[in-house]
């Protein structure tokens, strides 16, 4: 049986670097244009060769996302655009439009293509008619089932199936959604989602333009929003139905947030490959770190059959925050013990943090000095992005991340 890649998000360098850091095998990003997610800095070309090189010298790959709903006008630059492409060399393009495809396979007629969920692949036949078409891997649509997924395995031998196993859920078909068209013209199929089904709706009688709520409480009323994706307890019902790619969704997310999902992840697939009795000792421990990070509550989406209102937050944007980001770590000294690290949240003298490494266990310890850029001491760190000198009991290597805990779920 072999162990399935582990592919992460990464929105920025930083981001990317970080995923690579904590375990991730691939990541998948985008350029300043034919991405899904145009809110995200994504990468300029350079950045994106630096991205590259940076993965092929760890022995990882790198995917670009192409894999916009095209228009007309989309199409205008994408010869060159695809022609540098082949000239830094991802190991791979996400791709779902049709035409983009072919223009793809004519201009890099050597580049893998991954189908992206974004073109609804739902059934064997689908697969196998992206298959004949050169394409070597599909990321299935999220509305299947894990006995779907293991009879399109089945039926389509030779492809690679990627699906997602954390993240944010999209409440319409594959992501196919017109709200954001219709409220207020940000087109979702082409990487300009303005989430409206996180927004808060009532209903309104025609006549007397009286309101009329749904699913209301002291916060309002959420009719689309849908709960987020977690997988880590279930990772072998996806292995033996035979997915090859376990996806994160987040490249809008925080560098943190990238770091501790893959983190987990990486130790419970790795723990199921070392011994399956191991992976079932420590399902509470992963899901105990994946609770600790910002999230929505979690399920199963449709994996195990359709979704009903048990997995929507009808209260609201209820994110669940136990602990919060502080900072992360630029260098360490191993001769003094000093970390040159950049905040990101204020904490101050006296604290007491979690020490998040990437190949390590966490730490504990309370902050006794910091010093400024300057050398002086100083008793808290309100500024963004502020660098600081700061003593750490154990050695933490570049990306090792400081955060505290804020309260309960």
Request: proline fraction near 3%; charge should be negative; charged fraction near 25%.
């Amino acid at each position: 049986m072999k162990k399935p890649e582990l592919l992460a998000p990464a929105g920025d360098l930083e981001r990317l670097k970080v995923a690579f850091a904590y375990g991730a095998d691939a990541v998948y990003m985008a350029g300043k244009t034919l991405g899904m997610r145009a809110k995200a800095r994504n990468f300029e070309m350079e950045e994106m060769a630096e991205g590259i090189r940076h993965a092929h010298e760890l022995g990882k790959k790198v995917y670009i996302t192409a894999n916009i709903a095209a228009r007309n006008e989309d199409f205008t630059g994408i010869e060159a655009y695809f022609q540098e492409l082949g000239k830094i060399k991802p190991d791979a393009l996400i791709i779902s439009d049709l035409g983009i495809f072919e223009m793809a396979r004519q201009i890099l007629p050597d580049m893998e293509i991954h189908i992206s969920t974004q073109a609804n692949s739902t059934n064997y036949a689908s697969v196998n008619f992206w298959r004949k078409l050169g394409a070597s891997r599909v990321i299935l649509a999220r509305e299947l089932s894990i006995g779907e997924i293991a009879e399109i395995y089945k039926k389509a031998s030779g492809m690679e199936l990627e699906t997602f196993v954390h993240g944010a859920m999209c409440m319409a078909y594959s992501g196919r959604c017109l709200i954001s068209n219709y409220m207020n013209n940000r087109d979702a199929n082409r990487g300009k989602c303005s989430q409206p089904c996180r927004w808060n709706y009532a209903l309104v009688e025609e006549k007397s333009g009286a309101l009329m709520p749904v699913y209301e409480d002291e916060t309002g009323a959420y009719i689309f929003y849908s709960k987020d994706l977690c997988m880590i307890e279930h990772l072998p019902d996806l292995i033996t139905a035979g997915v090859g790619s376990f996806k994160i969704e987040g490249r809008m997310k925080t560098s943190y947030y990238v770091g501790a999902v893959t983190k987990a992840y990486r130790r419970a697939i790795d723990d199921y490959f070392t011994d399956p009795q191991l992976y079932a000792a420590n399902r509470a421990d992963y899901l105990k770190e994946l609770e600790k990070i910002s999230h929505r509550e979690y399920t199963t989406g449709f994996y195990y059959g359709p979704m009903t209102e048990n997995d929507h937050c009808y209260s609201g944007d209820t994110h669940a925050k136990m602990q919060d980001f502080l900072a992360i770590v630029e260098s360490y000294d191993q001769t003094t013990g000093f970390a040159i690290i950049e905040q990101r949240n204020k904490f101050e003298v006296g604290d007491k943090v979690e020490i998040l490494r990437a190949s390590d266990e966490n730490y504990i310890q309370t902050i006794e000095a910091m010093y400024d850029e300057d050398g002086v001491e100083v008793h808290s760190a309100p500024h963004p992005k502020q660098k600081l000198r700061l003593k750490i009991d154990v050695p933490v290597s570049r990306y090792s991340m400081l955060r505290k805990t804020t309260g309960e779920c």
